[in-house]
């Protein structure tokens, strides 16, 4: 018998949309097919159940999920920034870290294999925002950010700005110091030889 994976969306039972449970079959043996069910939680306390009642505040349009952000933080039970924090959490963070997760450390500091992530993330949080009428960037996506960076890219070396070779730093030292000697002996010279002019 194979293993089975329970997939449910924790999230949308934290904000009382109910969950969509699917049991998949891990072993490819197993001829079981996926089922499907759905239940609602709207009696949980302190999350507001969802309406059809249209929403009294602004929303953004650029998206197709926008009206879905936009219900979820009106009817989320608690301060919009936590509502916020949890639908970049869900849509976008863990999405990336997951992602850089299943990568070789090593990997993580391949500007080439991360950036297409990176990417990603930006526009997943530029598209949060956008949703919810909210300017992008601003103080909270840079945290995010910066988090991202302490977390993921902490140990990754940077471009430093590195002395030139030896042989260069020689070169640039020597010639004025040749140079001095050359020109203090043409001001001798012709002050010795009377054309200099005062």
Same mark, same amino acid.
């Given at each position: 018998?194979?293993?089975?994976?329970?997939?449910?969306?924790?999230?949308?039972?934290?904000?009382?949309?109910?969950?969509?449970?699917?049991?998949?079959?891990?072993?490819?043996?197993?001829?079981?097919?996926?089922?499907?069910?759905?239940?609602?939680?709207?009696?949980?306390?302190?999350?507001?159940?969802?309406?059809?009642?249209?929403?009294?505040?602004?929303?953004?349009?650029?998206?197709?999920?926008?009206?879905?952000?936009?219900?979820?933080?009106?009817?989320?039970?608690?301060?919009?920034?936590?509502?916020?924090?949890?639908?970049?959490?869900?849509?976008?963070?863990?999405?990336?870290?997951?992602?850089?997760?299943?990568?070789?450390?090593?990997?993580?500091?391949?500007?080439?294999?991360?950036?297409?992530?990176?990417?990603?993330?930006?526009?997943?949080?530029?598209? @949060? !925002?956008?949703?919810?009428?909210? /300017?992008?960037?601003?103080?909270? *996506?840079?945290?995010?950010? $910066?988090?991202?960076? #302490? %977390?993921?890219?902490?140990?990754?070396?940077?471009?430093?700005?590195?002395?030139?070779?030896?042989?260069? @730093? !020689?070169?640039?030292?020597?010639? /004025?110091?040749?140079?001095?000697? *050359?020109?203090?002996?043409? $001001?001798?010279?012709? #002050? %010795?030889?009377?054309?200099?002019?005062?």
């Amino acid at each position: 018998m194979g293993k089975s994976l329970v997939l449910c969306w924790g999230f949308w039972i934290l904000l009382g949309w109910g969950c969509e449970t699917t049991v998949c079959s891990v072993d490819d043996k197993s001829t079981v097919q996926p089922v499907t069910s759905t239940a609602y939680l709207s009696t949980t306390p302190g999350i507001a159940s969802k309406s059809s009642i249209p929403l009294p505040l602004p929303c953004g349009s650029k998206s197709h999920i926008c009206p879905e952000y936009c219900s979820t933080c009106y009817y989320f039970a608690g301060p919009t920034i936590h509502c916020i924090s949890i639908l970049l959490h869900n849509e976008c963070l863990k999405i990336f870290e997951d992602e850089m997760v299943s990568r070789n450390r090593d990997d993580w500091c391949n500007w080439g294999n991360v950036s297409g992530l990176y990417s990603n993330l930006s526009l997943c949080t530029e598209k @949060v !925002f956008d949703c919810l009428l909210i /300017p992008w960037p601003n103080p909270f *996506v840079e945290a995010i950010f $910066v988090d991202i960076h #302490t %977390k993921f890219f902490r140990d990754c070396p940077t471009e430093e700005l590195n002395d030139p070779p030896p042989a260069i @730093v !020689f070169a640039l030292v020597i010639t /004025p110091i040749c140079l001095i000697p *050359v020109m203090v002996s043409l $001001v001798v010279l012709k #002050t %010795k030889n009377g054309d200099g002019s005062s």
